[in-house]
């Protein structure tokens, strides 16, 4: 395809053309985003193990109203995460993941240590039913498996600006374009992006993980201001992530949407 | 947002920055992308109406998989709309539509006359499982109801170039940002898609409209090269349409993913 050449040819990516081979391998999500493996079949693959994903009634991603929904308090959430000089970057099938963990998020006297953070394309979260091209997730998880969430929502920049961090995290994407397989990073500075967060209002909500087992009793953090991505680089995570938004769950306390559904249909 | 300083200092929009009212109202539709409204519950809006939405077994959009999706054989396909100085431009909330009816596909013996033509954000067929930020669908029909689409993905060009003709399209983009307007677009000259629809492959398979009432036996022509849009154009419109993106339905011919659900659940 003619869009592939135009990646090849830009200074980003030209120098991984020739992939370097992965540096190994992981295993795969069995969850996708594609027919009888996809989000509205989720609860099918394990009914038991994905309970919530059809029956939870504080289901993500939402449509985020920003008239309805809350606001963390200014220096109520504690978000930190140390530079490293590189992290595993692993490709799941599912979501492109960094699996680093020296980091935190404390908040209402609960500190979750970070566990990884992804990527989704398009966006899984709506602001005032808007998406966004992607999205991504700095997951957080306590010994005792309560996990929260910070999120950015990442918009197109017209003037070919990455948030530099981007940069680092996809150095080598071209190595990992099958699922299934690792790499590393380069260096990861999270300084920006905490700023970032800090600097700008934050949405929060209790929700769920976005894939399964989509448990519930997630609190999300949500940046008001999404984070800048370019052309190329957005075109080239799509490439290889394809696509992996679930769809928008309903209103946070009304029934779930397959729930929904399947009543009209019995 | 940030987002809305930075399209403001474009040339493409700045034009129209102090927009113009809208020309006049028209009536939006009921059925939207968002909760209840949304493409889940499209069957439960009109359980009469609507019921091939969710018992549908050839259900567009679809992931197109260019291993086993038909090719159109070359010249079997006309697809031909006549150049016009300006047409009704319309937000009908969920989606944005010109209505232009001096045009034609003819195939299989059968001249179906153009209706209209409007756009999704993101896309709503994938390839190989990608998907593109924007899809853009010409819709013809026959005096007997009969209907055919050909559709054009759209990818964003990292070189700020747009197919000209969505220059014209949305040159008063900013006057219909509420759902119920209409205004006029710029002069249409369609021989550059035309040519570009002639000139690529096309893939063809038998699925539905992707919006209620989700009619079968619609022949889809689908460009396989997308037409290029460029970042201001993509958030300017997506600013506007917000989301409207039927999600990816089942493998032609398997059972309606709500069924599917529905099944387990029940």
Redesign the interface.
């Known amino acids: ?3 592939f050449l ?1 990646i090849a040819a ?1 200074p980003l990516v030209s120098a991984h053309i020739h992939a370097r081979a992965a540096d190994g391998i992981v295993t795969p999500n069995s969850f996708n ?4 493996g ?4 989720w ?2 693959l394990n ?1 038991t193990a994905n309970d919530a994903c ?2 939870g009634t504080h289901q993500s991603p939402i ?1 985020i109203g920003t008239q309805t929904v809350d606001y963390a308090v200014a220096g109520s959430v504690n978000f930190n995460v140390t530079n490293v000089p590189s992290a595993k970057f692993e490709n799941l099938g599912s979501g492109l993941e960094v699996v680093i963990t020296n980091g935190s998020l404390a908040t209402n006297n609960i500190t979750y240590p970070l566990a990884q953070f992804h990527f989704h ?2 966006s899984e979260h ?1 602001v ?4 966004f ?1 992607m999205e991504c997730h700095f997951v957080f998880e306590t010994e005792a498996k309560q996990i929260a969430v910070v999120g950015f929502l990442m ?4 003037f ?1 600006y990455t948030t530099p961090l981007f940069d680092s995290v996809f150095a080598h994407l071209d190595d990992i374009s099958n699922a299934g397989t690792y790499t590393e990073t380069g260096p990861l500075d999270f300084t920006g992006i905490i700023s970032h967060f800090n600097k700008f209002g934050v949405y929060t909500y209790n929700g769920s993980l976005t894939t399964p087992p989509c448990s519930e009793n997630v609190p999300w953090f949500i940046s ?3 984070l800048w991505i ?3 680089q ?2 080239a995570v ?2 290889v992530l ?2 992996n938004a679930r ?2 769950q ?2 946070l306390g ?1 029934t779930n ?6 009543k ?3």
């Open positions: 395809m003619k869009s135009f830009l985003y594609t027919n009888l996809g989000p509205l079949n609860y099918g009914t059809a029956k449509d394309t398009p709506r005032n039913e808007e998406y091209p918009e197109l920049s017209p070919g008001t201001e999404p370019n052309v190329q957005y075109r799509k490439n394809k696509y769809y928008t309903d209103t009304q949407l397959l729930e929904v559904a399947a009209e249909l019995n």
